[in-house]
């Protein structure tokens, strides 16, 4: 990717020429550039946009907003994504909307906007290649032949006035399609600008699949090695996906799936790690979707469901561990279903403080861990459960943990665990209260933002 968006910023010299010889109005103020790099039929449509400031003023990005035109393919839900951009993906949002009076190559458009942090252009400056992605949320290849934006003749940036551009709300490239106005109008003139609060991460999932380039480069590594928790050395990346949940706020969640048929051979358990050391003090949260049952097959594993915030060196003299398990089924001896929340001072087995939580959690519930003013606080759905303090108070920062994995074995036979989670939200270094919290994702989600760190770890 890196190598294409070099080429795109070599093909800047140059674009001059291409735009005196387009036939839109010679006196926009704008132009929208627009590249792609897949075929009519593909799993992922992969379009690249670059706005480009051709008017005499400097344009401040979060003013402008660009649409992406297309057809829905089978009524298949949408969602997008941010790939590469020397903007950083925080700063770059995306809403996937339906217009009011369909055209037969444009019943959705992909919006694009900006945050405060995004930056000005100046006369004659370039954004610079914006990498972006739109996928159905049934996996099933979109067909691009007949949406509107797509041109695959334009495999180098290139003006595209089927992708339009707007300034306060005015537009100022492109055409748009028919005569009906689209079915959300993009901001109006003066609004405020968005901002990606400091010292913030969020991440709603949005990701094609495993191996969707923006998973790494949102700070998520899958884990595939060896050793515990769990059955060793089953970790695997096929455990892991995204699929579409209509009781899902946004449609899309990250699960974490195991399956057994009861042998070491047979098993495959599920972890996504956070890479960078992303929580210290502060407010960390996560909707989650704890499950009583296995998806399919005879019940009675003893699985842990979990959310854990740990150091990322066992041997560590600071090491800091924070857990929420729920095991459906109980586990080390003790009956479930249960949660347990865990506050540890060392990676050495007893050297901890613990509570049980003696209930059912089956289903969506958003669990929230505050660690401030030398106290850690656990909470569920807003109600705190367990509080620890003194040696156990976080002394290092720590990676993110998701995961679901067997203590043990006990029989044999085919079986399935589904872990969901909706979205993680982190605030270093203060205490938000659940409506707090609530309100922010909401507004994240209504915003198009999908992802935000802006956090001093990352």
């Known amino acids: 990717m890196v190598v294409v968006l070099g080429a795109g910023l070599a093909l800047y010299g140059g674009w001059r020429t291409t735009f005196a010889d387009r036939s839109a109005d010679e006196s926009s103020l704008l132009t929208v550039r627009y590249r792609t790099e897949t075929p009519a039929t593909a799993p992922v449509a992969k379009p690249w946009l670059e706005v480009i400031n051709t008017s005499s003023q400097p344009v401040a990005l979060h003013k402008v907003t660009l649409r992406y035109y297309f057809s829905d393919d089978a009524s298949a839900g949408y969602a ?12 770059v949002t995306q809403v996937v909307g339906a217009m009011p009076d369909p055209a037969p190559t444009a019943t959705h458009y992909l919006q694009v906007g900006f945050t405060s942090a995004a930056g000005t252009l100046a ?5 610079e290649g914006i990498g972006l992605q739109l996928y159905r949320l049934d996996r ?24 339009t551009g707007y300034v306060d709300g005015v537009l100022l490239w492109g055409e748009e399609p028919g005569a009906a106005p689209p079915a959300a109008s993009p901001q ?4 405020p600008a968005l901002t990606a609060p400091a010292g913030t991460l969020f991440d709603n999932f949005h990701y094609t699949d495993v191996a969707d380039p923006a998973v790494t480069a949102n700070g998520w590594q899958v884990r595939t ?7 060793a050395s089953t970790w695997s990346a096929d455990a892991i996906s995204f699929p579409a949940n209509r009781k899902a706020q946004g449609g899309q969640v990250l699960q974490l799936q195991v399956s057994t048929d009861g042998t070491r051979d047979g098993t495959r358990q599920a972890e996504l790690i956070g890479i ?8 960390i949260a996560a909707r989650i979707h704890f499950t009583d049952k296995p998806a399919d097959g005879r019940n009675g594993d003893h699985i842990i469901e979990s959310f854990c915030m740990i150091s990322p060196q066992p041997t560590s003299e600071r090491y800091t561990e924070l857990d929420f398990e729920y095991q459906p089924n109980g586990g080390w001896g003790a009956p479930g279903p249960k949660l347990d929340t865990t506050s540890w001072r060392s990676a050495t087995p007893g050297d901890r403080t613990t ?3 003696n209930r059912s959690l089956a289903g969506w519930h958003t669990l929230m861990i505050t660690a401030v003013d030398g106290k850690v606080t656990y909470s ?14 976080p002394r290092e920062p720590m990676r993110i943990h998701l995961n679901t994995w067997l203590i043990d074995l006990p029989f044999a036979g085919e079986r399935t665990w589904n872990m969901q989670v909706n979205w993680i939200y982190a605030v270093d270094g203060k205490a938000v209260s659940m409506a707090q919290v609530k309100r922010t994702v909401d507004g994240f989600y209504k915003n198009g933002i999908n992802y935000i760190n802006t956090t001093s770890r990352q």
């Open 188 to 191: 109006p003139a003066n609004a």
């Open 123 to 127: 006369p004659g400056q370039t954004s």
């Open 80 to 91: 997008a994504n941010c790939l590469q951009t020397t903007l950083q993906c925080s700063n």
């Open 380 to 393: 569920i759905d807003g109600r705190p459960v367990f509080s620890s303090s003194g040696r156990t108070f």
């Open 140 to 163: 099933e290849d979109l067909d691009q032949a007949d949406d509107r934006s797509f041109d695959p003749k334009l495999t180098r940036y290139a003006p595209s006035t089927r992708v």
């Open 276 to 283: 960078d050391n992303t929580f210290f003090t502060g407010t």
């Open 355 to 357: 509570r049980a939580l």
């Open 225 to 231: 090695d060896g050793g515990g928790p769990g059955i």
